[in-house]
C-alpha cells in the first residue's frame, strides 16, 4: 500500500468512454460505489449509435478515482441490477427498472414446513429467475424435543429446465442435520415473521428468537453466479 497516497490528486475523470459498445447501448442503469462505505451514487449515460460509444459521468462535476471503489452498468431487464437498494427514488429517476423479488399471498406459518415461490419483478430478466423456497423448523436432534428445534430456509430454481447450476447444498455427512426430520413441537412462526406489501407483493421474512437476527428481503439476488442477501 502506499501510504503516501492520502487523498485524490488532480482534477478527476470527466467521463468514461466505452468504444466499440454497440451492444451496451441499451443499458439503462449505471452507478459507482464509494470506496469508503460502499453507497452508490447514479451516473448519467450518454449513447452514440453513429460512433457507437457509451459514456458515463456524473451529472456535475468529475470523478475522483480515488474515491471509486466498483463502476457497475448494464439493463435492468436482462441483467442483474447492483447499484444500491431496488426500486429507490434515485434509481427510478435516472430510468431504473426496479428489480425485487415478489410473494403471491403470505405463507401459513402455523405449520412445521412450507414451500413458497417467489417470482421476480422482471419477468423477462433471466438474472433474476423464478425461485421455489422451503422454510423448515427441523430437529436437530432426532432423539430430543423442541429446544433442540432449528430453522432451515432453502432455496431453489422454480424452473429446472433453464440449464442453471443448481444451487450447492451442503452435504448432510458436513451439515449434520437431517432434513427430512421436521419439528414436532415448533411451529414456523416461533421462528420467523413475514411482512407483505399488498400493493407491490414485496415482501420482508424477519428471522427471529427473542430478538430479530436478521432479515431476508424481497431485494435479494439469487442468481447462478452471484448471491445477495
Given at each position: 500500500m502506499n501510504d503516501k497516497n492520502a487523498g485524490?490528486?488532480?482534477?478527476?475523470?470527466?467521463?468514461?468512454?466505452?468504444?466499440?459498445?454497440?451492444?451496451?447501448?441499451?443499458?439503462?442503469?449505471?452507478?459507482?460505489?464509494?470506496?469508503?462505505?460502499?453507497?452508490?451514487?447514479?451516473?448519467?449515460?450518454?449513447?452514440?449509435?453513429?460512433?457507437?460509444?457509451?459514456?458515463?459521468?456524473?451529472?456535475?462535476?468529475?470523478?475522483?478515482?480515488?474515491?471509486?471503489?466498483?463502476?457497475?452498468?448494464?439493463?435492468?431487464?436482462?441483467?442483474?441490477?447492483?447499484?444500491?437498494?431496488?426500486?429507490?427514488?434515485?434509481?427510478q429517476a435516472i430510468g431504473t427498472n426496479p428489480q425485487f423479488y415478489t410473494?403471491?399471498?403470505?405463507?401459513?406459518?402455523?405449520?412445521?414446513?412450507?414451500q413458497i415461490n417467489i417470482t421476480g419483478s422482471q419477468s423477462t430478466n433471466s438474472a433474476q429467475p423464478d425461485l421455489t423456497m422451503t422454510l423448515q423448523v427441523l430437529n436437530g436432534v432426532d432423539t430430543e424435543k423442541h429446544d433442540s428445534d432449528i430453522l432451515c430456509i432453502s432455496w431453489t430454481y422454480t424452473d429446472h429446465s433453464t440449464g442453471k447450476k443448481m444451487p450447492y447444498t451442503v452435504p448432510m455427512d458436513i451439515a449434520g442435520i437431517d432434513k427430512t426430520i421436521l419439528s414436532d413441537e415448533g411451529k414456523l412462526s416461533d421462528w420467523i415473521d413475514i411482512k407483505l406489501n399488498k400493493t407491490t407483493k414485496a415482501f420482508e421474512i424477519e428471522v427471529k428468537q427473542e430478538r430479530n437476527f436478521f432479515t431476508l428481503s424481497s431485494e435479494m439476488s439469487f442468481g447462478e453466479y452471484i448471491n445477495i442477501i
Amino acid at each position: 500500500m502506499n501510504d503516501k497516497n492520502a487523498g485524490p490528486v488532480g482534477r478527476g475523470i470527466d467521463k468514461f468512454v466505452i468504444a466499440n459498445a454497440k451492444e451496451l447501448l441499451s443499458i439503462d442503469f449505471a452507478c459507482w460505489t464509494s470506496e469508503a462505505d460502499g453507497t452508490a451514487s447514479p451516473l448519467v449515460i450518454e449513447r452514440n449509435a453513429t460512433l457507437n460509444t457509451v459514456s458515463l459521468k456524473l451529472a456535475t462535476g468529475s470523478i475522483q478515482p480515488f474515491y471509486v471503489k466498483d463502476i457497475f452498468f448494464g439493463n435492468s431487464m436482462t441483467d442483474l441490477n447492483l447499484c444500491g437498494a431496488n426500486g429507490t427514488v434515485a434509481q427510478q429517476a435516472i430510468g431504473t427498472n426496479p428489480q425485487f423479488y415478489t410473494l403471491a399471498a403470505e405463507p401459513d406459518l402455523t405449520k412445521n414446513v412450507v414451500q413458497i415461490n417467489i417470482t421476480g419483478s422482471q419477468s423477462t430478466n433471466s438474472a433474476q429467475p423464478d425461485l421455489t423456497m422451503t422454510l423448515q423448523v427441523l430437529n436437530g436432534v432426532d432423539t430430543e424435543k423442541h429446544d433442540s428445534d432449528i430453522l432451515c430456509i432453502s432455496w431453489t430454481y422454480t424452473d429446472h429446465s433453464t440449464g442453471k447450476k443448481m444451487p450447492y447444498t451442503v452435504p448432510m455427512d458436513i451439515a449434520g442435520i437431517d432434513k427430512t426430520i421436521l419439528s414436532d413441537e415448533g411451529k414456523l412462526s416461533d421462528w420467523i415473521d413475514i411482512k407483505l406489501n399488498k400493493t407491490t407483493k414485496a415482501f420482508e421474512i424477519e428471522v427471529k428468537q427473542e430478538r430479530n437476527f436478521f432479515t431476508l428481503s424481497s431485494e435479494m439476488s439469487f442468481g447462478e453466479y452471484i448471491n445477495i442477501i
